[in-house]
């Protein structure tokens, strides 16, 4: 059985900085590309970030360019997100999501039940 | 970046009745080399992560129900709920996976009438 598990969410201060992990399993991770789409509390899905199988190929969101950091060890089937900077608007659930067959270009078939970060002082 | 905008925003609609959702891109998601629209649709309910309904804008997820139908072209999409259940009120998103960033739709809210 797939399952995605986040955790790292909780309150941080505006400008301060979060580390939100997601551990997979139920599936070959190493193969698969992997994203984190999040969503503030009462509003819609926003993509944030995808990184390939290899780490090779990295996109952001505008939103979050230059402050969010997406990576992942394939040895520890984990999946990471560094956030810097952090705004008020950042506050949202953070889910992590594996697209179908693999590739990055593709729908999310499978979803963790999110993480939420909380920025406030 | 490619805007997607769903209409309506809410939906009202009976049970057994059809329930139509639309979603238009600003640009097309028709990628010409393989003839695939880049189009999927999914279902959240209140507390849930969202689910994967319908994918290259009209193949049904596995296990979705044969009540879910999508279609459309390259840039307007429509999901059709043929015949609306209890366990369908839900919010429900469009995205494009076509380019990044993979843009969802603000979503369409649909209850029972």
């Known amino acids: 059985e797939v399952q995605l598990v986040e955790s790292g969410g909780g309150l941080v201060q505006p400008g301060g900085s979060l580390r939100l992990s997601c551990t997979a399993s139920?599936?070959?991770?190493?193969?698969?590309?992997m994203n984190w789409v999040r969503q503030a509390p009462g509003k819609g899905l926003e993509w944030v970030s995808y990184?390939?199988?290899?780490?090779?190929?990295?996109y952001y969101a505008d939103s979050v360019k230059g402050r969010f950091t997406i990576s992942r060890d394939n040895a520890k089937n984990s999946l990471y997100l560094q956030m810097n900077s952090l705004r008020d608007e950042d506050t949202a659930v953070y889910y992590c999501?594996?697209?179908?067959?693999?590739?990055?270009?593709?729908?999310?078939?499978?979803w963790g039940q999110g993480t939420l970060v909380t920025v406030s002082s | 970046d490619i805007v997607m905008t769903q209409s309506p925003d809410s939906l009202a609609v009976s049970l057994g009745e059809r329930a139509t959702i639309n979603c238009k891109s600003s640009?097309?998601?028709?990628?010409?080399?393989?003839?695939?629209?880049?189009l999927a649709w999914y279902q959240q309910k209140p507390g849930q992560p969202p689910k994967l309904l319908i994918y290259?804008?009209?193949v049904r997820q596995s296990g979705v129900p044969d009540r879910f139908s999508g279609s459309g072209s390259g840039t307007d999409f429509t999901l059709t709920i043929s015949s609306l259940q209890a366990e369908d009120v839900a919010v429900y998103y469009c995205?494009?996976?076509?380019?990044?960033?993979?843009?969802f739709g603000q979503g369409t809210k649909l209850e029972i009438k």
């Open positions: 139920g599936f070959t991770f190493t193969t698969y590309s």
């Open positions: 990184i390939t199988s290899s780490s090779g190929t990295i």
């Open positions: 640009q097309s998601v028709l990628y010409s080399s393989n003839n695939k629209k880049y």
């Open positions: 290259w804008a009209s």
């Open positions: 995205q494009q996976y076509y380019s990044t960033p993979h843009t």
């Open positions: 999501a594996r697209p179908l067959g693999g590739t990055a270009v593709a729908p999310l078939d499978y």
